[in-house]
């Protein structure tokens, strides 16, 4: 193949820095450097390539000798059909009142997985077997879409982080009613790296039957993985995967990335950088007057509130999002790229604004 090259022109400033989501930055060159090495020649299309027979020794190694990975394009497909996989027709699931499935994905697991979601309250994004039994009841009960899955996410919504304890106590609780665990894990690598513990620890090894494993927040160009931890309680993905429509003719590309990802330790360089540069931020705006850190900072997101006509004028500067629109609460988050000196000039950004107020 000849050397890249390309009429496309860079039609965006680099020096531009936000804090809205780690979906805004670029692709690691490690990642990109994989891709490169697999462009060349012809595979196997829909999966049926050499990098992604390879990719089930890779998760394997993370997940245990039962896992199955099962690439997709996004994180809301990879959700949609880890909980397909879960349930009958009749099925629904449990989930945080904050879960991203209920939140943030415009209803696809209703629309496209015709999924019931019995969402309960909670204070920091975490359920417990309590919180559970709000929703887990009217077994039997024909007229009751039935709480058969419960889904949980690692690292929470909120930027908080299930102990191996929390875990476990919730899918032998779930699993003692007759239900089975699904876990988001758009951000797993963040709680690996957080928690110090490898990442079978507080999935397989504690019970969770099905997992959606992220990439495209930890420094991929695009991509995730369902990846079935319980093959004996979790079957069909395969089928699932292609009429939900999340089946890569090109899958090579995808696989290839996530053994860039998790063969070495890049997952934990990408995640732990990006949660350091959150507790930079937090220490660098608590004794601000006027700005209040109101979760615990435990991955990669800074959650606060300040005065909302600062934070309009602050996202003039850098995009971030409103999280509570009613309380004012913004949610700022770093990524495998945010460098100290953007942590820095956004603090000082925030000390110029609030002198402003």
């Known amino acids: 193949m000849d050397p890249a090259r390309t009429d496309a022109i860079r039609r965006h400033d680099t020096a531009v820095r936000g804090f809205a989501s780690d979906n805004y930055s670029g692709v690691h060159p490690e990642i990109l450097a994989a891709i490169a090495l697999a462009n060349d020649g012809h595979q196997v299309a829909y999966g049926e390539d050499d990098y992604t027979n390879h990719l089930q020794d890779v998760f394997r190694r993370h997940f245990g000798e039962k896992a199955e990975a099962y690439p997709v394009f996004n994180g809301t497909g990879a959700n949609v059909v880890s909980?397909?996989?879960?349930?009958?027709?009749?099925?629904?699931?449990?989930?945080?009142?904050?879960?991203?499935?209920?939140?943030?994905?415009?209803?696809?697991?209703?629309?496209?997985?015709?999924?019931?979601?019995?969402?309960?309250?909670?204070?920091?994004?975490?359920?417990?077997?309590?919180?559970?039994?709000?929703?887990?009841?009217?077994?039997?009960?024909?007229?009751?879409?039935?709480?058969?899955?419960?889904?949980?996410?690692?690292?929470?919504?909120?930027?908080?982080?299930?102990?191996?304890?929390?875990?476990?106590?919730?899918?032998?609780?779930?699993?003692?009613?007759?239900?089975?665990?699904?876990?988001?894990?758009?951000?797993?690598?963040?709680?690996?790296?957080?928690?110090?513990?490898?990442?079978?620890?507080?999935?397989?090894?504690?019970?969770?039957?099905?997992?959606?494993?992220?990439?495209?927040?930890?420094?991929?160009?695009?991509?995730?993985?369902?990846?079935?931890?319980?093959?004996?309680?979790?079957?069909?993905?395969?089928?699932?995967?292609?009429?939900?429509?999340?089946?890569?003719?090109?899958?090579?590309?995808?696989?290839?990335?996530?053994?860039?990802?998790?063969?070495?330790?890049?997952?934990?360089?990408?995640?732990?950088?990006?949660?350091?540069?959150?507790?930079?931020l937090e220490a660098a705006v608590r004794d601000i007057d006027g700005v209040e850190v109101i979760r615990p900072v435990q991955a990669n997101a800074v959650f606060a509130i300040l005065p909302r006509e600062v934070s309009e004028r602050l996202q003039k500067r850098y995009r971030f999002y409103f999280w509570n629109e009613h309380t004012g609460e913004v949610r700022w988050v770093c990524s495998f790229d945010t460098t100290e000196a953007d942590i820095d000039a956004f603090a000082a950004a925030i000390v110029e604004e609030m002198g402003r107020a």
């Open 83 to 280: 909980l397909q996989a879960l349930l009958p027709r009749w099925g629904a699931v449990v989930c945080a009142e904050s879960a991203h499935i209920h939140v943030d994905e415009g209803g696809a697991p209703e629309k496209m997985g015709g999924i019931k979601l019995h969402t309960v309250p909670t204070p920091d994004g975490k359920l417990t077997p309590e919180l559970l039994d709000q929703q887990a009841w009217g077994f039997g009960d024909e007229h009751r879409a039935q709480p058969l899955a419960v889904s949980i996410t690692q690292s929470t919504e909120l930027g908080t982080l299930y102990t191996v304890e929390e875990i476990r106590a919730l899918t032998e609780h779930a699993h003692q009613l007759g239900m089975l665990v699904h876990m988001d894990g758009a951000r797993l690598a963040n709680a690996a790296a957080s928690l110090g513990l490898p990442m079978r620890a507080f999935t397989t090894d504690v019970g969770v039957d099905v997992l959606s494993f992220g990439g495209t927040k930890n420094g991929l160009l695009f991509g995730e993985v369902v990846v079935v931890l319980n093959p004996e309680r979790v079957r069909n993905i395969k089928y699932l995967r292609k009429t939900s429509m999340q089946l890569a003719s090109k899958m090579r590309f995808l696989s290839v990335q996530f053994e860039a990802l998790l063969t070495g330790d890049l997952y934990l360089r990408n995640a732990g950088h990006a949660n350091a540069m959150a507790s930079r």
